[in-house]
């Protein structure tokens, strides 16, 4: 027997933890398309000393272009979070459903315990009285991604753009 409380926590404990778990990826999207450098030591800028600069994680590319000359290539340097789709997820929607055994004991509280669900015999099977039908249900669905994230791309991707001539 468990107290109604408890088992409520425990799914919402599991639930924000899987949703961390999610947006922590957030953290592991900056260090796979930005480098962190040193911050600047101007001593005038009291407020940024403390905190590193991300530099975007970049690859040089050989670009055809034409010129008067015939076709020669141009370097160019391309943003690796320019060239990537972008995804997040976040948990939506989680539905647990179970058959529970629920009781009040002598403090009033609430307690609820699995209802095990009748075994299949079988020649080689145990009969397994601790077996629960328990159902879980988790939607995940993509989620917009952030203004301020999209309108950094956009600016990469203005950047690339700048690079290339036509």
Request: hydrophobic share 40%; glycine share 6%.
């Given at each position: 027997?468990?107290?109604?409380?408890?088992?409520?926590?425990?799914?919402?404990?599991a639930v924000v933890g899987a949703n961390d778990a999610l947006q922590?990826?957030?953290?592991?999207?900056?260090?796979?398309?930005?480098?962190?450098?040193?911050?600047?030591?101007?001593?005038?800028?009291?407020e940024n000393l403390a905190q590193d600069t991300l530099r975007p994680?970049?690859?040089?590319?050989?670009?055809?272009?034409?010129?008067?000359?015939?076709?020669?290539?141009?370097?160019?340097?391309?943003?690796?979070?320019?060239?990537?789709?972008?995804?997040?997820?976040?948990?939506?929607?989680?539905?647990?459903?179970?058959?529970?055994?629920?009781?009040?004991?002598?403090?009033?509280?609430?307690?609820?315990?699995?209802?095990?669900?009748?075994?299949?015999?079988?020649?080689?099977?145990?009969?397994?009285?601790?077996?629960?039908?328990?159902?879980?249900?988790?939607?995940?669905?993509?989620?917009?991604?952030?203004?301020?994230?999209?309108?950094?791309?956009?600016?990469?991707?203005?950047?690339?753009?700048?690079?290339?001539?036509?």
């Amino acid at each position: 027997m468990i107290k109604l409380e408890q088992l409520v926590h425990a799914i919402q404990s599991a639930v924000v933890g899987a949703n961390d778990a999610l947006q922590g990826q957030a953290a592991a999207f900056l260090d796979r398309f930005f480098i962190a450098a040193p911050a600047s030591s101007v001593e005038d800028d009291k407020e940024n000393l403390a905190q590193d600069t991300l530099r975007p994680r970049c690859v040089t590319m050989e670009y055809p272009t034409e010129t008067a000359d015939g076709i020669q290539t141009l370097n160019v340097s391309v943003p690796l979070i320019a060239m990537v789709p972008i995804v997040h997820s976040r948990i939506e929607e989680v539905i647990f459903r179970s058959s529970l055994d629920v009781q009040q004991d002598e403090d009033g509280d609430v307690t609820v315990s699995f209802v095990p669900h009748p075994s299949k015999g079988g020649l080689f099977r145990r009969d397994s009285t601790h077996a629960t039908s328990t159902e879980i249900e988790i939607r995940i669905r993509g989620d917009e991604t952030p203004d301020g994230l999209r309108k950094i791309v956009e600016g990469y991707t203005r950047a690339l753009r700048a690079q290339i001539p036509g």
